[in-house]
C-alpha cells in the first residue's frame, strides 16, 4: 500500500509500550489537526454548559499524541477535523469522562467527577436509532446527554455536507453499532465467553469506526465491496475489542476495588468461568489477540491472492482498516485514560488478597483468588481460542447444565370473578388465547431496517419545545403504532411485496390478518394518548386520523379510476394523507411544552409532509435504494398518481395521456401483475420528455430552501440553535 499521509511510529516507543501487536502502527503527518478538533470540541462542550468552569471531555490523549493520530492515519486532512470530533464524541458515549486539567493526573476528589457504569448505562439507555440521546432532565448526567445530542448533531451534519453518499452509509452503521443496545442492565448477563464477546462487540462499536474511516479516507466502496470484506473487518474487530480489554483490565479493576464500579472485561470473565488467576486470564486474552491477528493477515493475503482484481481503493481502505487496530493497540497502551490510576492512592495495594466489587458478568462476586466450586462447574459454552506455540488450538468446552433450560410460556391470565345479574358469581375463567399471534405482523414490520426520521424529528422539536421525558416517550409510542400500522395498510392497499428488502407483512400473515394489526395499532395509539397530562389530546388524535384517512382516500380514488388531479388536489392530499402524522406530534408536543417562545411549526410541518409524499413518489422511479428495497419502478405497477405524473399532465397531456393509457391496459389485460421493464422504461422516457422529472426535482429542490430557511427563522425566535434538525433535513435531500 501506498502510505500517503501517516509514517511509522518509532519501534524502541513500540517496545517501552508494551505493543504486541502483528499489525502496523503508524501516526498521521498531520498530528496537529485531531489534537486542534479534541481542543475545537472542549471549546463546544463549555459553551454547551453555559459557564466558565471546568469541563469534562475524553480522555483521548496520550504521551505521544491524541488518539485519531494513530486510529486515522490516512485519512484525507481536509477530513481528518471532522472524522476526529466525531471519533471523540464516541467516547462521550462511552461514558468515560475526566477532568480536562487533570489529564495526566487525578486526585482522589477528581474520580467524583468521572461517570460510572451506572451512569454509563443510564445514558446509553437514551439513545436510540436515531443516534441521539433523549435528553434527561436530572443532574450532571443530563447535562453530559444534552451536550452529546449536540456535538453529535453537528459532527454529522458536517460530514453530511461534505459527502452525502459515504455519510449516509457511515450514519446507518453508526446507529446501529454505537448507539443502540449497549449495556443495557436487563442484558447484562454473560453466561458464555461468546455471551460477553457479542455484548462487547456491541459495546466497543469498532465497526463505527470503521464506517467514520471509510468517509475520512474518501473511499466508497460498493456494496459487493464491502461484503468481501466482512469477514477480514469481523476478525480485525474482535482484536481491537479484546485489545481495549488487555489494557483497559487494570484500571478497571481499581476501579471496582475503590470506588465500586464494575467490571465488564474479558479478562474477568475468563477469570470467572475459567479459574484463572489475572495473569493467566491476560496471557489467554493476549493469546486470542495474536490467534485473532495472525488468522486476519492470512485470509488478508488469501483474498488479495484470489481476487485479483480487487480495485486499488478496496485494498487500501482493507489496509487502513489494520493499520487503524494497529494505531489502537497502541494508544491504548500509552493512553492516560487506561492509565492515570497508576498515580492514585491505592493504586497497588499491599495485601495481595483484594476485596472486589460484583461485576455484571454473571452476578457473582470476582476475585483474583482460588475460584469456588460453583465457578468450577460453570465451563463456557463457546468454542475459545487458545495461542500456544504461536498457532492456534481450539478448545471445546462443554454446555453447563443451564444452556438447556427453556424458557417457559406467559402465565394465563387469571380473569377476576365477575358478578351475574342475579348476584351470583361466576366460576374463575383462564383466559387461554392471549395477545402474541396479533402482535406478529406489527413486530415483523418494526425488525425491518428504518431511518429512524419521526423519532429523530420529535427529539429535534424537543429542542425548542421542551416537553417532559415521560411524555415524549408517549408521543414517539404513538407516532411509531401510527406510522407502522400505516405501512402495513399501505402495502395492502397497494399490492406491494416488498417493504425496505423484505417481504411486507401481508405477504407472510396474509392481508386479513395484517390488517387487523394494523387496525388493533391504532386502538393502542388511543389507548397510549389518553396517558398524556393535556386533556386535548385525544381530539388531536381523533381529528389527524380523520385528516389521514381522507388523504389516503384520494390517492386510492384517483388511482383506482385512473384520474391525474391538479397540483393543488395532490398538495391537499399531501397535507392530509403525510403531512397529518407530523401535524399530530407537533400538534401533541405543543400540549405539553414548557417553552416560553412562541413557536409556529405549521409551515415548517406542512413542507415537510410534501417533501416526504413528493420525495418517495421520485425515489421510486429514479433512487436504486428503492429499487433494490421494492423493485424497479414498483409505483408504476400499481398505477399510482404520483407528482411526477401531475407534473407530466400539466406540461404535456399527450404524453400524460399515454401514461395514464398504459395503466388502464394494465387493469383490463394483466391485472395485478407487473409492468413488462421495457413498459416502464417507456414510462420514464415519456415523464423526461415532457419535463416532469426536472419539475419534481426543482419542486424538491423548493422544498428545501423553504425547510432550510423556516428552520432558520424558528432558531431566531428562541435564540435555540438546532444542529439536530438540519441534519434531518441534510439526510433527506436527493
Known sequence: MEW???????????RKAGVFTLLPVRRHRNDKIPEEALESLLEDYRKLFEDDKQSTIPATMAP?????????????????FVASRLNVVGVIHDGMLIVHSCLTKLTKSDMTEMLDTTAAIELSRDLDDSLDPTFSDKGKLGQHI???????????????????????????????????????????AVNTFDDYMKKRLWDIGVKALFAVLEFASGYRLTPRERGMTDKLLELLEKAGVLTNDYFSYDREEFMNRTEGVRIFNAVDVLMKHEGLSVEVAKAKVRGLILGLEREYLREKQELFRDQPNLSHGHKCYIEHCEACIGGAHYWCATAHRYNYWKEMPGAFPESSTVERRESPTNGRNSTCEKPTDHAKDEPLQSEVYGHVDGELHHHHKRKSDTAYLEETNRDPKILEPKPLQDGKKMKETIELLDDSVIH?????????????????????????????????????VVVDLLHNASLMLDDCEDGSELRRGSPASHMIFGQAQTINTATFLFVRAMQEVARLPSAKSTAVLTEQLERTFV???????????LLCPTEDEYLEMADKKTGSLFALLA??????????????????LTMLGRYFQMRDDYSNLTCQEYRDQKGFCEDLDEGKISYCLVMCAQKDKGRAEQILGIFRQQAVLRGPKALQRQTKEHILKLLEEAGAMEATMKKLRELERGLDAEIEGLERVGGVENPLLKMVVEMLRI
Not at 464 to 476: C, G, N, R, Y
Not at 551 to 561: M, V
Open 4 to 14: 500517503r499521509y501517516s509514517v511509522p511510529v518509532n519501534p524502541e516507543l513500540l
Open 64 to 80: 505521544d499524541g491524541e488518539m485519531n493520530i494513530f486510529c486515522l492515519p490516512e485519512a484525507l486532512p481536509e477530513r481528518l
Open 146 to 188: 444534552g451536550a452529546y445530542k449536540k456535538l453529535m448533531s453537528k459532527c454529522v451534519l458536517e460530514m453530511v455536507r461534505m459527502d452525502r453518499e459515504v455519510s449516509a452509509y457511515m450514519l446507518n452503521v453508526y446507529s446501529k453499532n454505537w448507539t443502540q443496545k449497549i449495556h443495557r442492565p436487563e442484558n447484562l
Open 440 to 476: 406478529e405482523p406489527s413486530n415483523y414490520i418494526r425488525s425491518l431496517p428504518s431511518k429512524g426520521v419521526r423519532r429523530i424529528l420529535i427529539e429535534s422539536l424537543n429542542e425548542w419545545l421542551e416537553i417532559p421525558k415521560a411524555s415524549q416517550e408517549i408521543i414517539t
Open 551 to 561: 388523504g389516503q382516500s384520494w390517492d386510492l380514488y384517483w388511482r383506482q379510476r
Open 587 to 604: 400538534s401533541l408536543m405543543a400540549s405539553e411544552s414548557r417553552s416560553t417562545a412562541d413557536y409556529d411549526l405549521d409551515a415548517l
